[in-house]
């Protein structure tokens, strides 16, 4: 069975400092990588995914993400965030193939002003 | 990108009646239609998965009885709450997973559903 830690469950931050919001996950097998992020009372929009290839992986609004094999992370990074980031990001796993996402528990990032 | 959109966005209800909310992917066909649910602060929990022609998929602990859900067309589906009472107060999202065209690695997610139940 899959699953999907995210380590910190808020993350404050002030506006134009980097950020990094952890994620590991758990799988026997091959596994496709998606962080989302979902704003107050909405659905939840892809930022970015990783299928396969280049590790490193950018997605919009300036995020990218590294999958790392070796420690089973796909930590998601901005080197400068905006108030406009604040909100929900979740980290969301699945196989190759038609299986469901399982998410983590998601990071609440705060930007300050 | 692939578009899904869901109606209605809010809805308030007395204990007892019926709930139906629809999902539909907009511009693309989509084989499979997942549904969602949110409590306040919390992650996003799997109720079901649907496959167009097919009986849905319910995760364990969802009853299926109550939750039904019709996946009809390629670009619709539905879930309708039965009976609902306050406890099924919720945000309910969907998503829908494409063919080829659409993306079939990738879900795309409804904007949700506001469901308070009085």
């Known amino acids: 069975a899959q699953s999907v830690t995210q380590l910190d469950s808020q993350v404050p931050v002030f506006e134009e400092a980097p950020v990094e919001l952890r994620c590991n996950y758990s799988?026997?097998?091959?596994?496709?990588l998606f962080w989302y992020v979902q704003y107050p009372n909405q659905g939840l929009q892809l930022l970015l995914k990783?299928?396969?290839?280049?590790?490193l992986v950018k997605g919009i609004n300036g995020f990218e993400a590294e999958f790392n094999k070796s420690q089973t992370s796909f930590h998601l990074r901005k080197p400068s965030v905006h108030i406009s980031d604040t909100a929900e990001y979740f980290c969301?796993?699945?196989?190759?193939?038609?299986?469901?996402?399982?998410f983590g528990k998601g990071t609440r990032l705060s930007v300050i002003a | 990108g692939a578009v899904v959109s869901q109606h209605p966005s809010r809805v308030i209800c007395k204990s007892g009646t019926s709930v139906k909310i629809e999902c539909r992917s907009l511009?693309?066909?989509?084989?499979?239609m997942f549904w969602y649910r949110q409590f306040p602060k919390q992650s996003l929990m799997l109720m079901a998965t649907?496959?167009?022609?097919?009986?849905?998929?319910?995760e364990q602990g969802v009853e299926k009885d109550k939750f039904l859900i019709n996946h009809a067309s390629l670009t619709l589906s539905t879930l309708t709450v039965t009976s609902a009472h306050p406890e099924d107060s919720s945000f309910y999202i969907c998503?829908?997973?494409?063919?080829?065209?659409?993306?079939?690695?990738?879900?795309?997610f409804g904007p949700g559903t506001r469901l308070t139940v009085l």
């Open positions: 998503s829908a997973r494409g063919t080829s065209g659409g993306g079939t690695d990738t879900q795309y």
């Open positions: 799988s026997s097998v091959s596994v496709y």
């Open positions: 990783y299928l396969s290839g280049s590790t």
């Open positions: 969301a796993v699945s196989e190759s193939g038609n299986t469901p996402l399982v």
């Open positions: 511009d693309f066909q989509a084989t499979t």
């Open positions: 649907s496959n167009e022609g097919s009986k849905a998929t319910y």
